[in-house]
């Protein structure tokens, strides 16, 4: 269930004004426990309303680290808990350090989650193209 990448992806190199995209399907049977644990993790962090291609995006962020979340439904019925994970390289400098970042939070989830006693299904993680940092 854990997702280790260290490396970058994507088309091309991450470019100061985008974000990397890691997204997270997560199926548990107490989903609600994950939500707040989620909560737990993400409350320092500051509200964001942005509107990107796909349309608004909600969420929390930290100024490096941003994170949405909306619970879905998987072609076989199942409620989730969608994750999506957006993070900035250094300002000016690689963006290497947004995909460790992507790893730091990434592994920080499902440690939170184990230390809380909190048993998944499955989890799958989706690395996605890069976006366009809307601010």
């Known amino acids: 269930m854990r997702w280790k990448r260290r490396a970058a992806w994507g088309r091309r190199p991450l470019a100061a004004d985008e974000w990397a995209v890691l997204h997270a399907e997560v199926f548990a049977e107490d989903l609600i426990a994950v939500d707040d644990a989620v909560e737990e993790l993400t409350g320092f962090m500051d509200p964001f309303r942005a509107d990107i291609e796909e349309g608004p995006l909600v969420g929390v ?17 199942r409620r989730g808990l ?47 193209e890069h976006i366009t940092r809307p601010f």
């Open 61 to 77: 962020t930290d100024g490096q680290l941003s994170v949405a979340k909306g619970e879905f439904h998987d072609p076989r019925g």
């Open 82 to 128: 969608r994750l999506s994970f957006y993070a900035a390289g250094v300002t000016g400098g690689a963006g290497a350090d947004a995909f460790e970042r992507l790893n730091s939070a990434a592994s920080a989830l499902l440690d939170h989650l184990n230390a809380e006693g909190i048993t998944l299904e499955s989890v799958r993680w989706t690395e996605a």
